[in-house]
């Protein structure tokens, strides 16, 4: 039996993590849960599960959660270290943003296996990471259906054997549009994801191409190439989940239905498959799979990140933590759709570039270019 520990277990990375539990009574223990401030459906899962320890990062609802309870509660950036260090051999890390660093170096430095769902911490630091779960010998399997589909397409295979890898991208509700139309999107519009239901951090993501840019840098990390050996393609219907060309000229392809408990599954039952009820892919029902390029002009963010990913060093991390703040700003009515890669860019021309950060260097640069993309956020009101 598996003992897992789910760092956001109430977002819906999270949640589709339990519902899989849910159908393998007897393959899997939650040891301990992870929540920012939704008590509410925290209470219903510790009912259910019974874990051992319960993180919740607001110190102030931690307490009220705490009185009368048997469970260990702990909270804030400590209680998230502390909950990384438990007694689970599995921690699915689902909390969005730079976060998600600290304690997956924490479950790392453990040797535990990782269900990865949050690129962002791989952008910031994916050779601390990488070098660190080598040396431990931590396994890190991706649970975002694309870079699981890279996983699974590769499984096996020598890395010399790999020519290019194709990301795919819905993209998002915008596709498209002319940047006229752009320039006059609200938050509502930006939150109305064709898809995928996800948080609102990764969904605005989306809607900008950062979320595919990010991806980008993340699979460099995982699966050990270059910027220039990964190529995003839009994929409306979201069935094929990426491609992975080899160096005869044969591409592979990972298909599925869309719901994310497929690749959620496959990460924790790995190396094993279990059976999935969902219901299978109906090729005699679909009428096409259409690709096309993304447009560089209509969302720079993807250009950005393909920049950030050719200079390295210290440069993603800039490129994430201004993109988190500006995100922030435009689901707060504060900033508009069409000034978020305005804003990190100029965060990112700002920048001195660390080549070999270490990881006090990467905090430095997390905290200066959040500060920088709020001072810019504000002038671009």
Not at 144 to 150: C, K, N, T, Y
């Amino acid at each position: 039996m598996k003992r897992i520990s789910v760092f956001g277990s109430t977002g819906s990375i999270g949640k589709n993590t339990l519902e899989v539990v849910r159908q393998f009574p007897g393959k899997f223990r939650v040891e301990s849960l992870c929540v920012h401030s939704n008590i509410a459906d925290l209470e219903a899962q510790v009912r259910e599960f019974r874990p051992r320890l319960v993180c919740i990062v607001d110190p102030e609802r931690a307490a009220r959660f705490k009185a009368g309870r048997r469970v260990t509660v702990v909270s804030g950036a400590a209680g998230l270290r502390e909950m990384a260090r438990d007694s689970s051999d599995t921690a699915v890390m689902a909390i969005t943003g730079s976060a998600a660093l600290a304690p997956l170096l924490d479950a790392v430095e453990r040797g535990k296996a990782i269900c990865l769902a949050n690129k962002e911490a791989l952008v910031m630091a994916g050779p601390l990471v990488m070098g660190l779960a080598r040396r431990r010998g931590a396994r890190i399997m991706p649970v975002d259906s694309e870079q699981s589909a890279i996983w699974q397409c590769l499984h096996g295979a020598d890395r010399e054997r790999l020519r290019r890898i194709y990301l795919t991208a819905s993209g998002g509700p915008f596709l498209g549009w002319d940047r006229k139309r752009l320039a006059s999107i609200t938050r509502g519009d930006a939150l109305r994801h064709p898809r995928w239901k996800m948080g609102a951090k990764i969904t605005i993501d989306s809607a900008t191409l950062m979320n595919k840019g990010l991806e980008v840098i993340e699979a460099m990390h995982l699966f050990a190439c270059g910027p220039d050996e990964i190529e995003v393609v839009i994929h409306p219907e979201s069935i094929i989940h990426s491609m992975v060309e080899f160096i005869d000229g044969v591409v592979m392809a990972q298909m599925s239905v869309p719901d994310m408990r497929i690749p959620i599954q496959y990460a924790l039952s790995f190396p094993d498959r279990f059976g999935s009820r969902l219901a299978p892919l109906d090729f005699f029902a679909l009428t096409s799979l259409s690709f096309r390029r993304p447009d560089p002009a209509g969302f720079p963010c993807l250009g950005l990140a393909y920049r950030a990913a050719k200079e390295g060093g210290s440069v993603p991390c800039v490129l994430n933590a201004a993109n988190e703040v500006a995100v922030n700003r435009f689901l707060e009515d504060r900033l508009r759709f069409c000034s978020i890669p305005r804003c990190v860019e100029a965060v990112m021309d700002r920048h001195r570039k660390i080549a070999r950060p270490r990881l006090d260097d990467i905090v430095e640069a997390d905290r200066w270019a959040k500060e920088q993309a709020r001072i810019i956020a504000e002038k671009m009101r």
